[in-house]
């Protein structure tokens, strides 16, 4: 693969690898053949098997488990990187979560565990992540994570995670203007809809992905490594002035009303 930017030496965490089709992976990949080196992590010991053979293929130097609702598990996840490598200089949090009942019903009605949820996992554990990199990155550095355009619009189906998604949007600009003055930089990557293990979980998400494709100014649907592309060049030195930002690549879905 010819590399989109020179990533040479850098140093990434990903988070969120499910399998090969999973956005985190289509960012690994470009990661890794721009020249970066990598760790990954993995849910728990029944998706070890679905991650290590992408991992694996990617050359991924090491994966650990990281359960973000398990006390101390993101913790020792940075202890780890600190161990192993003495810092770190991106990230990429690409991991969302509801329960299904809270999801697949109205926002109105969802109840305040479900939401309590939603929001530790798709949301606040990027805070989290982003306080315990910090000091990992005494010469700057990126952090990005993943959100929808369910955020800003009502998009059937999508629910409750449109106001979590939100809330992450939020959170990614005021961690861009707390960490700033350090060098470390934030975005958000707003990709359209992609045919993902976790979008699946979303109810009619096949008739989604099909009005989507119809409607979308390029009448295609983007891919996995449409959004490692944008993630590459964010994280690269090519990308040192930008922060705070959310950034669609969707085909120009955000476009339509």
């Given at each position: ?71 101390g598990q993101t913790e020792a ?61 005494p010469d700057g550095g990126c ?115």
């Amino acid at each position: 693969m010819n590399k989109l930017f020179d990533l040479s030496g850098k140093r990434g965490l990903v988070v969120g690898i499910a399998n090969e089709h999973s956005i985190a992976t289509g960012c690994a990949q470009a990661f890794r053949g721009s020249g970066a080196r990598l760790c990954a992590t993995y849910l728990n010991d029944k998706a070890l098997p679905f991650v290590q053979p992408t991992t694996d293929a990617l050359g991924v130097e090491w994966v650990t488990p990281c359960d973000v609702r398990i006390p101390g598990q993101t913790e020792a996840l940075f202890r780890r990187i600190g161990e192993e490598w003495g810092g770190l200089d991106f990230l990429l949090h690409s991991i969302a979560f509801a329960p299904r009942d809270d999801l697949h019903g109205r926002v109105v009605d969802c109840s305040a565990d479900g939401f309590a949820m939603a929001m530790d996992v798709s949301c606040h554990s990027f805070l989290e992540m982003a306080r315990h990199a910090e000091p990992l990155m005494p010469d700057g550095g990126c952090l990005l994570t993943v959100t929808f355009y369910g955020s800003e619009r009502v998009v059937e189906n999508y629910n409750l995670m449109g106001p979590v998604k939100a809330a992450l949007e939020s959170a990614t600009r005021y961690v861009a203007a707390e960490l700033g003055p350090k060098g470390i930089r934030a975005h958000a990557i707003s990709p359209g809809p992609i045919a993902t293990r976790a979008a699946s979980g979303i109810d009619r998400f096949d008739e989604m992905l099909e009005s989507a494709a119809k409607r979308v100014p390029e009448r295609h649907l983007v891919e996995t490594r449409d959004v490692g592309a944008l993630a590459a060049f964010l994280v690269s030195d090519a990308a040192r002035h930008i922060t705070g930002t959310v950034i669609p690549v969707d085909s120009g879905q955000h476009l339509m009303a």
